[in-house]
């Protein structure tokens, strides 16, 4: 046996994000079925992923038998420096009129979609991950008057991931520091369209 010392490269930024919309909704209003287009964009200053669940402790004879955790789903808070409007209209479940007026505020249901993002490393390394069920919660901003100097003004959504599968994992990533990281794997094929499976990310590497 011998030790052997890892020294995993840190991260240095959050590169681009993608959405994708689901279609083909099905009784539980998610089929796992998208559409044909990926939305990228490079305008995130801040991602932040937290959990909303329980832990609970199982006591028997004076001491805690086992711990039951219930993960519920995750929320993405997305701090960016703009957001497509007919993107976040759509997320939102905004009546957009033909002649061009937005209406939103009313509870007329909100489309599930894919949110994939991009974490970069030092050394070229990154992660590259998909949270392929997805509903907009919020949006909020702040916006201030200009001053003689530039004041950098961002808005910030509420993305809610829920469970996908039946195993009830939230997420697909890859990692390339991990030792099985696929071989031809590119960004671009890897956000070309959501990953909920391995063979989806067969197919998105160029098939088997």
């Given at each position: ?11 240095e930024?959050?590169?681009?994000q993608?959405?994708c919309?689901?279609?083909g ?6 089929s ?7 939305e990228?964009?490079e305008t995130?200053?801040k ?11 199982v ?8 711990t ?13 420096i ?9 997320a ?5 009129d033909t ?15 894919a949110?994939?993002?991009v ?20 949006i909020?901003?702040e916006?201030?008057?200009?001053e ?31 030792k099985n990281?696929?071989?031809?794997l ?6 070309v ?16």
């Open positions: 046996m011998s030790i052997k010392t890892a020294k995993p490269a840190i991260t930024t959050v590169g681009a993608y959405l919309f689901a279609s909704e099905d009784s539980t209003g998610f796992g079925q998208y559409e044909e287009d990926v990228k964009t995130v200053k991602v932040k992923v937290s959990t909303n669940g329980s832990s609970e402790d006591y028997a004879s004076g001491k805690v038998y086992d039951d955790n219930t993960f519920a789903s995750k929320d993405i808070e997305v701090e960016a703009a957001f497509p409007a007919d993107t976040i209209a759509k939102l479940g905004s009546n957009v002649g061009g007026l937005i209406s939103d505020g009313a509870d007329r249901g909100k489309p599930y979609f949110y994939g993002k974490v970069k490393k030092k050394h070229g390394q990154f992660v590259w991950e998909w949270y392929p069920k997805c509903m907009m919660l919020e909020s901003d916006t201030s008057t200009k003689e100097k530039f004041s950098e003004q961002t808005q910030t959504v509420t993305i809610r991931a829920y469970a996908f599968n039946e195993d009830g994992d939230f997420r697909n990533y890859v990692d390339s520091e991990s990281f696929p071989k031809g590119t960004e671009e094929k890897f956000f369209k959501p990953i909920l499976t391995p063979e989806d990310l067969k197919t998105a590497i160029g098939g088997e």
